[in-house]
């Protein structure tokens, strides 16, 4: 996987060259929006059957694994952008690693959910 993927889904190329601020354009950016509607649309009202248990402590774990996921998901890809906004070179950075893991990790979450 290259950095250049990120930069395509997470938006930060038009940011360049329009002189916004980073918080804006991760305000604004397509993959952060889709990350957060998700994370409040499916797994805000599941987190909220867990914290009241009604669902099964093994769907209980897997909502919060899933929950902290997408949080920790959403907080990389912001630092993402803040670095490439700051115009720090990513190539090598441990957050491009993590994004990449990421990508594996859903893959599998996929594969488990259209398992069952």
Request: hydrophobic residues 40%; aromatic residues 8%.
């Given at each position: 996987?290259t ?5 395509a ?5 038009s940011?360049?060259?329009?002189g ?12 952060l ?8 649309a ?11 248990n009604?669902i099964?402590?093994?769907g209980?774990?897997?909502?919060k694994?899933?929950y902290?996921?997408?949080?920790t998901?959403?907080?990389?890809i912001?630092?993402y952008?803040?670095l490439?906004?700051?115009?720090i ?10 994004l990449?893991?990421y990508?594996?990790v859903r893959?599998v979450?996929?594969?488990m959910v259209n398992a069952?």
């Open positions: 996987m950095v250049h993927f990120f930069e889904r997470v938006g930060v190329g940011c360049y060259t329009s916004v601020g980073w918080s804006v354009c991760i305000v604004r950016s397509p993959l929006q889709e990350k957060s509607a998700v994370l409040q499916e797994l805000q009202p599941l987190m909220e059957l867990a914290r009241h009604r099964h402590q093994n209980e774990e897997y909502v694994t899933r902290k996921l997408y949080v998901y959403l907080l990389n912001s630092f952008m803040a490439k906004m700051k115009k070179p990513v190539h090598n950075h441990p957050v491009v690693k993590r990449a893991e990508r594996t893959a979450d996929l594969k069952c």
